[in-house]
C-alpha cells in the first residue's frame, strides 16, 4: 500500500534566497532595457576625431615644452661649464695671491726705515724695497681681480640655477602633456573597440575615400609640386596654381615625397611625422629651418588670407592644433592624425581654417 507523504515545505532561509534572485533577474532585466544604447558608426567616428583633435592638441604642447627642455638644457649646461672654467680661474688668482704673500712674509716685517737703517748694502737694500712695493701693488691687483671673479661666479651660478629651475618645470609640462594625449589615444581606442571589426574596416575605408576627395581622377596640374605618393598610388588634382616663391615650391615638392609615410606623434621624419613635424621636415630640405610647433609656425614668415593661398603656403586648422601644406585647388598636403599616413586632402574635410602663413 502507497505510502502519502505531504510535501516538505521550502525553508524561510530558502524562500528569502529565491526571492531574491528573482527580484535580481528583474532588476537587471530593467537596468538592460533602460541601458544607454551602442553608439552607431557614425557616432563613435565623430567622438574618435574630437579625441584625435584633443590629443594632436596635446601632442603640440608636447613638442612645444620638448623643445623648450632640449633649449634650457644646453643653456644650463654652457652655464654650468662657464662656472666650471670660473672656479679654475678663481683658484689660480687665489693661488698667485698667496705665492705674493709668501713673498712679502720672506722679505721681514721690520719697518722699511729700520731695515734700511740695519741693512749692510743701502743700495741692494733700496732695489728690494722697490721691488716689494711692485709686489704690494701686483698684490693690490690680484685682489681686485678675485673680487670681480667672484662677483661673475655668483651671476653665472643664479643664472645657471635660474635654467635647471625652469628645466624642471618644463619636464613636468612635459609628462603632463604626454599623459593627456596618451589619455586622449586610449579613450579613442576603447571607443573603436566597441565596434566590430568590419565596421572598423569599412569606417577606415570611408575616411580613406573621403580624403581623397582632391584626387585620383585626373593627373596633377602644373606647378610642378609633385604629388603621386605610397598611398594607394593617390594623385591629387591640384590645378595649375603657381607657387609664390622658389622656397614654397621646394618645401611642397619635398613633403610630396613622403605621400604614405605613417603619422608618428612628435615624429619629425623622415620616416614617420606628426603634422607639424612634416611641415618642419619640409622646409628644412628646401634650405629653411622653421620652428617645431603649430603655436610658433603660425607666427613665422608673412600672415595672408585665405584667398591668397599658394602652394607651399602653411595652413592652421582648429584653433591652431593642426598644420599643413597648400597644394593647390583647395587641396592640403599634411599628416591627419594616429593611424593615418601623409596625404592629400580637401581642406574642407581637414576641419574649421584658422589662418595661413607663407615662409
Known amino acids: 500500500m502507497a505510502s502519502h507523504r505531504r510535501p516538505k515545505q521550502p525553508s524561510r532561509a530558502r524562500v528569502t534566497v529565491l526571492t531574491a534572485t ?36 596635446a601632442t603640440e604642447k608636447y613638442n612645444g615644452a620638448k623643445e623648450q ?7 644650463a649646461d654652457a652655464l654650468q661649464d662657464k662656472v666650471a672654467r670660473g672656479q679654475d680661474e678663481l683658484n689660480t688668482l687665489r693661488g698667485e695671491l698667496g705665492s705674493l704673500a709668501t713673498a712679502q712674509y720672506r722679505s721681514g716685517g721690520l719697518d722699511p ?20 712695493d711692485q709686489l704690494t701693488a701686483k698684490q693690490a691687483e690680484s685682489l681686485q681681480k678675485i673680487q670681480a ?35 586622449k589615444l586610449a ?10 571589426a568590419a565596421e572598423r574596416a569599412k ?9 581623397r576627395a582632391a584626387g585620383e581622377r585626373v593627373t596633377l596640374g602644373g606647378n610642378g609640386s ?63 629651418q622653421i620652428t617645431r610647433t603649430t603655436y610658433t609656425q603660425i607666427n613665422q614668415g ?10 607651399g603656403d602653411l595652413v592652421f586648422f582648429s584653433n591652431t592644433t593642426h598644420v599643413g601644406l597648400y597644394a593647390g585647388n583647395n587641396t592640403v598636403l599634411h599628416a591627419p592624425y594616429p593611424g593615418t599616413n601623409v596625404r592629400y586632402e580637401s581642406m574642407s574635410t581637414i576641419g574649421s581654417f584658422q589662418a595661413a602663413v607663407r615662409i
Request: charged letters at 25%; proline letters at 4%; glycine letters at 8%.
Open 69 to 75: 627642455q632640449d633649449k634650457l638644457k644646453k643653456q
Open 302 to 311: 608673412t600672415r595672408i588670407a585665405r584667398s591668397q593661398l599658394k602652394p
Open 226 to 288: 609633385g604629388g603621386s605618393g605610397g598611398s594607394g598610388g593617390q594623385v591629387a588634382d591640384l590645378g595649375n596654381e603657381a607657387p609664390a616663391s622658389a622656397l614654397g615650391a621646394a618645401a611642397l615638392q619635398a613633403a610630396s615625397t613622403r605621400v604614405g609615410k605613417p603619422y608618428v606623434r612628435a615624429a619629425t621624419g623622415p620616416d614617420s611625422f606628426d603634422c607639424s613635424g612634416l611641415t618642419q621636415w619640409a622646409y628644412a630640405q628646401a634650405g629653411a
Open 113 to 132: 726705515s729700520v731695515q734700511l737703517l740695519l741693512s749692510s748694502d743701502p743700495d741692494s737694500f733700496l732695489d728690494q724695497a722697490s721691488a716689494l
Open 203 to 211: 569606417m577606415a575605408a570611408d575616411d580613406e575615400r573621403a580624403s
Open 22 to 57: 528573482a527580484a535580481a533577474a528583474v532588476a537587471l532585466t530593467s537596468q538592460a532595457a533602460h541601458a544607454d544604447p551602442k553608439p552607431t558608426k557614425s557616432e563613435v567616428k565623430a567622438k574618435v576625431d574630437k579625441l584625435y583633435h584633443e590629443a594632436e592638441a
Open 187 to 196: 579613450e579613442a581606442q576603447k571607443l573603436l573597440n566597441t565596434l566590430t
Open 149 to 183: 671673479k667672484q662677483r661673475t661666479l655668483a651671476q653665472q651660478r643664479k643664472e645657471a640655477q635660474g635654467k635647471l629651475t625652469d628645466l624642471a618645470d618644463v619636464r613636468e609640462t612635459l609628462g603632463k602633456s604626454k599623459t593627456k594625449f596618451q589619455g
